[in-house]
């Protein structure tokens, strides 16, 4: 017996999964979720086999939720166009399902799921990873950083972020409101993150090019960035060459 | 070349003859004053007017294919002194087999320089007019074809603003008509009918168009009514119009993009009931629009200024108004309003 739920912010859509469904009795859907919370919720309550998840969601994308979920089970996409995310499937989901999909796509899909998940039972980890690391170039993931504090998820529009710091296998988020810790390196955030406005000064550090308001010399070849909020953040020898180009100086 | 189409050639022919038989005129005058009889004054204006008239043509016809570049004259004097030096010689040489006489012989050697420096002068004078000319076409010609790829671009800008039907949109609506089609066949009916008189509605709509805002809110309400289907009881909205504002006119499919707008800002930045509010009023001559939207403002900034994806219902009021103060944004208290004012021509 396989456990699975379905999210997705459509009920019509949800229908659909359901319907597909009836024929494959050793799956059974646990819950129906409107939208990324909810899924976040019922993938720690049910510990699913396998998800339905649109990517298009209110408050955060499919992708921002599965970033969120520590062992990510099973993936099957359902959406309706979105070329970014088309492209993450191709490379590394179980399999996506563009609306709308009939019935004998909707069964290939579930039964390349039962056959691989015979043949690895553990769900497919890796894949999930390199499925978020291709998603990741999406824009919405331009505009926002998703962390989660404790159980509840916080939306952290890039504006809002003074400056990042690698913080062991983490990357410790700093705001005017405190820090918060996502589970990703320093090269994804200096990849992702829009490179007019964030400038990687130091192996450990990124920064808001924003928020700067002074820069002081410190030791040989180094300086300090001072921020707005009286932060003092290190700048490397060729940080500061990068900084000044961004900055025109 | 179109150039040569802006003034008839044969009039400028014939301006051009006129000039040259004026100018043999003037010369055989001269020449005649001198003391020379007229068989010989009237020779010399021949033939020199002859060499000059053709040292002209070709500096003119240069010119109209290769105009110098600015600053780089130098080509132009040299062009004209050789032109001119060949026209003197031309006459020095030809002139003597034609009118015979010593004293002639000797007047002609004699004004060589003098001969030179007119023939100089006539050529660089109209080598000049020639080159002001061209100029001045080449200059009309650009300006000509500058507004036209302004028009072109403009038209074409248009009608992209206007035509950009979400394709998220599309697929979902089908998506959602898929899973009616299995337990409500006649509601699945009903969507595909909306769907298609909406997107009927759109590729027949003209952008130079102005319309009723009745017309505008009926197919509206087509649009509204499939996202309600899609979205359930999360989506309600609420349309205001009084009969004077639903007779006035505006720009059509002008509204459309601000309540897609409202809507997916409204749904995909809560959580929870969406209530999307259109109003509609006169004020003077103008017709207010006034759409409404929850929104999030810990984590959406609505940039300053127009906000949200609303760029392209502002380029498209100042492509049609040539004003860019008639949409304005407020966001307070988790409602965005969207606000377009419309003057009534």
């Known amino acids: 017996m396989k456990r699975a739920l379905i999210i997705d912010d459509e009920p019509l859509a949800r229908m659909v999964v359901l319907e597909y469904l009836q024929a494959y009795p050793q799956i059974e859907v646990m819950q129906e979720c409107n939208d990324g919370f909810e899924g976040l919720k019922a993938i720690q309550q049910y510990q699913p086999d396998l998800i339905f998840l649109d990517v298009q969601m209110p408050k955060i994308n499919g992708f921002e939720m599965l970033e969120l979920v520590e062992n990510p089970p099973a993936v099957i996409f359902t959406t309706a166009f979105d070329e970014y995310a088309i492209k993450a499937f191709e490379a590394h989901a179980v399999d996506y399902l563009l609306k709308p999909f009939n019935k004998d796509r909707f069964n290939k899909a579930i039964d390349k799921y039962l056959s691989s998940s015979v043949a690895e039972p553990a769900p497919a980890k890796k894949h999930t990873e390199d499925l978020l690391e291709t998603a990741s170039h999406s824009p919405a993931q331009h505009e926002r950083i998703v962390v989660k504090t404790g159980t509840k998820v916080k939306i952290i529009p890039v504006q809002d972020v003074l400056y990042l710091a690698a913080d062991d296998d983490y990357v410790s988020v700093y705001t005017a409101e405190g820090s918060y810790l996502k589970n990703k390196t320093m090269n994804f955030f200096e990849q992702t993150l829009d490179p007019k406005y964030f400038v990687r000064v130091h192996r450990s550090y990124i920064i808001a090019i924003q928020q700067i308001t002074r820069i002081d010399p410190y030791e040989k070849d180094a300086h300090l960035a001072i921020l707005k909020s009286g932060a003092k953040v290190p700048v490397s020898k060729t940080g500061y060459v990068k900084l000044k180009q961004v900055l025109g100086i | ?345």
């Open chain 2, 1 to 345: 070349m179109a150039i040569t189409n802006h003034i008839s050639t044969p009039r400028l022919y014939a301006a051009f003859a006129a000039c040259g038989l004026v100018w043999a005129g003037l010369q055989t005058y001269v020449v005649h004053s001198f003391g020379f009889i007229w068989y010989i004054a009237s020779t010399e204006g021949l033939v020199c007017s002859i060499l000059l008239a053709s040292a002209c043509w070709l500096i003119n016809n240069n010119l109209r294919y290769y105009q110098p570049e600015k600053g780089n004259y130098l080509n132009i004097l040299i062009w004209i002194g050789a032109l001119g030096a060949i026209c003197t010689f031309g006459a020095r040489w030809i002139l003597p087999f034609l009118a015979t006489g010593p004293a002639y012989t000797n007047f002609l050697l004699n004004s060589l320089t003098i001969r030179f420096f007119i023939n100089f002068l006539a050529i660089g004078w109209v080598a000049m007019i020639s080159m002001l000319y061209y100029t001045q076409l080449d200059q009309k010609e650009n300006e000509k074809r500058k507004a036209e790829a302004e028009q072109l671009a403009r038209d074409a800008e248009l009608y992209n603003l206007r035509q950009q039907l979400q394709p998220h949109f599309l697929f979902n609506s089908l998506n959602s008509i898929n899973a009616l089609i299995g337990f409500k066949p006649d509601e699945a009916r009903r969507m595909i009918h909306q769907l298609s008189d909406f997107l009927r509605g759109t590729l027949k709509k003209d952008d130079q168009q102005q319309v009723p805002l009745t017309e505008e809110l009926t197919h509206l309400n087509l649009y509204l009514d499939i996202e309600k289907v899609r979205f359930g009881h999360r989506l309600q909205t609420e349309i205001s119009c009084d009969k004077s504002s639903g007779e006035a006119v505006l720009p059509s499919m002008l509204l459309q993009p601000i309540v897609e707008n409202a809507i997916k800002f409204g749904l995909y930045d809560t959580i929870g009931d969406v209530v999307v509010s259109i109003r509609a009023e006169m004020d003077g001559n103008y017709l207010i629009l006034m759409v409404q939207n929850p929104y999030d403002p810990q984590t959406s900034r609505p940039r300053k200024g127009t906000g949200f994806g609303l760029r392209g219902v502002q380029r498209r009021l100042y492509l049609l108004f040539a004003r860019n103060d008639l949409m304005e944004t407020h966001a307070n208290d988790n409602i965005f309003t969207t606000i377009i004012k419309v003057p009534q021509l």
